[in-house]
């Protein structure tokens, strides 16, 4: 079995996982971007703010990323059903 097929078929099994990876690892950018790349200052945007509500505003932001190509996947496979 070669190497590749068997991590492309590791992806494909795991797209949400990797997905949510993709979302924390955007969010947290973003809250360092807004600290100024300071991790103390980071920590005290989250304690001061609240966690839920720092990474459900940044999560919104990401929703906006992901919906389009969602739309378009479920768009494909309606115009294109599978026989």
Do not use: C
């Not at 971007?33 to 980071?42: I, R």
């Not at 505003?57 to 990323?65: D, E, P, R, S, Y």
């Amino acid at each position: 079995m070669d190497k590749d097929a068997g991590w492309i078929a590791y992806l494909k099994q795991n797209v949400p996982f990797i997905g949510v990876i993709a979302a924390a690892f955007y969010i947290a950018l973003r809250i360092l971007g807004a600290a100024g790349f300071d991790s103390q200052t980071a920590y005290a945007i989250l304690q001061a703010a609240g966690t839920g509500s720092v990474l459900a505003g940044a999560a919104l932001a990401v929703l906006a990323f992901m919906a389009g190509p969602i739309v378009l996947r479920e768009f494909v496979s309606f115009m294109m059903p599978s026989a």
